[in-house]
């Protein structure tokens, strides 16, 4: 075995064999011929991947692993670490990508041999997507590719199963999914609206990332002939995945940077016709010190708090005259004092053309209702604009936002109130919504942005009547809910049956496990965590095809397996047919062997979960496989998954009570207040 072969922890093992990590635990004591550790902590020891594999084949207890974990847990364990794992990769895809015979000539050798072929094989495909000065991305050596040439062999094979650029997509969402604190992440939804809004004006050639972090902003933009992509990131990880993503995603020209923008700006000499930027927030070291006489200052010197208007004027100063820049921005940067000079400079010029705020939880981070900026650069003797468009689109979004709500709405409602913007340069106020505000009523003391401050919701509830509606469909519900109500609980000494896991259930074929990963077909419903805490219609919107989508199916039981809470629903109707989201385990019973509702209510179990579940810093995670179920005939089942089934109906009933006693008192609240409705 070569000092620098994959690892894999424990945990890695039990995901490989279909086991829970216990019984990896009782295999290192009980076999004498269990591989030894390689590495890791004495606590957390890490094992050559190969040679777990062939114990395992050689105990039985692995048939054929499959190939998108096989390839996950070699990047996962590459000794120099994932991120680099995923470089090695990203470059070998693009040449199977671009120039396949270069990749069949290279592969067909033995692994130290083609260590030393590969990086003229990867010059030419480099050089050829990138261009021939230094960017983002460098051509590996023979001894850092040593390492990653299994890797690279399977990421080959996933290709040929996925596609390049979805086998690139699955192990950069995995790495991503298993590293949240890393990563700031700009969700599908936001990415795809800042795309569309900067689209609107003119379709972009030329756009620009200069915070580009994993991508997602680039990626969002309607691919043509052509197109020039530009990404920088201060750090060099980051901004070669960037662009090894961008390269995998379209035919684009891609350039990629790895230096501080705001101090070292790698594309000074460009001018492009969009710029996409999700800048760091409440950065107080951008520069302030040593950047006083930029010339990107046009509008203003930024106060050292205000590190998101130097990040503004950045990106007007690498726009085109008249090109259009869409800024992910915080709230607080459309009212604090601080920035109200620059923010009236803004106006003044017409550079400031939008403030759209988001609901709460569209992006990181989750607990603020972002804005979007929308600019564009003044084109030289032309009329400024005489108004801003606010938008307000709190009002859109269900409760508890991130990708969780329906995000269509909002982007379709944004959209339709800035191409009639766009094209009229005004707008009458839509109730609640948006409206055109004159730039002399905003150049007060405070030039406060804020939407909220500007667009007054409508009466809550749509009126009165409504307000009736609801208040009478309240009182179904409550009736209803009481009907459900279960009878008087008869207690008796406790039943001690026999105990099965869902593991040893899976391993008999009693069920089947599925993991969800929220992709899917484009316009498919996600049935997210949070409509199954919450027992909500599915909700969520699919990400990029990245891997295989598991679907829902009439029967079938999900389980979040992240929060420490105890949830299991069985699908009906009316949620069959939906993708199942991330942080979801799909359990599909065999209805010969389990009734679902009995498997679903003996899940939810507190005490089942507790015992099931690992606790983190700052996180709790079930571990599914270690979940109880007693072992009981199906017709024992039955007259337990009646109980729960009832139980189930009673507690929906309860969840819409609430929901529609909230929405009573908010609209109540809302119509004395604003003079709508009368104290009689």
């Given amino acids: 075995m070569r000092d620098n072969a994959t690892e894999v922890t424990a945990a890695g093992i039990a995901r490989l064999a279909g086991v829970g990590r216990a019984a990896v635990s009782n295999w290192r004591r009980r076999h004498a011929d269990f591989p030894k550790p390689v590495g890791g902590t004495e606590t957390s020891p890490s094992f050559a991947l190969t040679d777990v594999e062939q114990w395992l084949r050689t105990q039985g207890k692995l048939g054929e692993v499959p190939l998108r974990e096989r390839v996950w847990q070699q990047l996962a364990g590459h000794p120099a670490g994932p991120v680099a794992a995923l470089l090695h990769a990203g470059c070998a895809l693009l040449l199977v990508r671009d120039r396949h ?23 030419g495909v480099l050089t050829s997507r990138f261009g021939g000065r230094p960017g983002a991305v460098r051509v590996p050596s023979p001894a850092e590719l040593l390492p990653s040439v299994p890797l690279l ?35 599908a939804g936001p990415a795809e609206l800042m795309a569309a809004l900067a689209e609107i004006a003119a379709p972009a050639q030329t756009v620009l990332d200069p915070a580009c972090g994993t991508g997602a902003l680039l990626r969002a933009v309607p691919p043509r002939p052509e197109q020039r992509l530009y990404g920088q990131d201060d750090a060099p990880e980051l901004a070669a995945l960037t662009a090894l993503r961008l390269a995998l995603h379209s035919d684009a020209t891609v350039r990629g940077a790895a230096a501080d923008t705001l101090r070292a700006d790698a594309f000074a000499d460009e001018r492009a016709d969009a710029v996409l930027c999700h800048p760091p927030f409440n950065e107080r070291n951008w520069g302030h010190g040593e950047l006083a006489y930029d010339p990107r200052w046009e509008y203003g010197f930024p106060a050292r708090t205000e590190s998101e208007l130097a990040w503004v004027q950045h990106a007007l100063a690498r726009l085109k005259d008249g090109g259009t820049a869409v800024l992910l921005m915080p709230p607080a940067a459309a009212s604090r004092r601080s920035g109200r000079r620059v923010r009236a400079d803004l106006l003044r010029r017409g550079a400031l053309r939008a403030v759209i705020a988001l609901p709460t939880g569209a992006a990181p981070p989750y607990n603020i209702p972002l804005h979007v900026w929308v600019l564009s650069r003044p084109v030289p003797n032309t009329q400024v604009p005489p108004e801003l468009l606010l ?7 269900a409760p508890d936002g991130r990708d969780r709500q329906a995000w269509r709405p909002v982007q379709d409602a944004v959209l339709d109130v800035w191409r009639h913007f766009e094209r009229h340069g005004t707008l009458d106020e839509r109730p609640g919504l948006a409206r055109g505000v004159p730039v002399l009523e905003l150049l007060d003391d405070e030039v406060d942005l804020a939407p909220a401050r500007r667009l007054p919701p409508p009466a809550a509830g749509g009126g009165a009547e409504e307000l009736t509606a609801v208040r009478e469909r309240l009182g179904d519900v409550v009736r209803r809910t009481a009907d459900l109500m279960p009878p008087p609980a ?63 199916e009439i029967g079938d039981v999900v389980i979040p397996v992240t929060g420490g809470g105890t949830a299991a629903r069985v699908i009906d109707e009316a949620t069959a047919g939906a993708v199942l989201g991330r942080g979801l385990t799909l359990l599909r ?72 006693g909230e929405q009573l008192v908010r609209g109540l609240h809302d119509g004395l207040t604003d003079g709508t409705l009368p104290p009689e």
């Fill in 101 to 123: 015979p270069g990749w069949l000539k290279v592969s067909a050798v033995s692994d130290e041999r083609m260590a030393q072929l590969l990086p003229g094989e990867l010059e």
């Fill in 153 to 187: 062999r399977g990421v080959a094979e996933l290709a040929a199963e996925l596609g390049a650029r979805q086998a690139y997509e699955f192990l950069l969402g995995r790495h991503i999914d298993a590293n949240p604190r890393q990563y700031t992440l700009t969700p």
């Fill in 391 to 397: 938008v307000e689109t709190a009002g859109l979004a």
């Fill in 490 to 552: 008869e207690t008796t000494d406790a039943v001690r049956w026999p105990l099965s896991t869902v593991g040893e259930l899976a391993r008999s074929g009693a069920l089947s496990l599925r993991t969800g990963t929220g992709s899917g077909a484009p316009g498919s419903r996600v049935l997210t965590e949070h409509d199954v805490l919450a027992g909500m219609a599915p909700s969520g919107s699919v990400d990029p095809l990245t891997a295989d989508s598991v679907v829902t």
């Fill in 589 to 660: 019973p065999d209805a010969a062997a389990l009734d679902p509702w009995f498997l679903a209510g003996f899940l939810r179990g507190t005490a089942n979960n507790r015992q099931a579940s690992s606790y983190a810093s700052t996180a709790a995670r079930l571990d599914v496989r270690r979940l109880q179920v007693p072992r009981l005939p199906l017709t024992g089942q039955r007259g337990y998954g009646e109980r729960f089934r009832a139980l189930a109906a009673f507690e929906d009933s309860l969840r819409l009570a609430g929901r529609l």
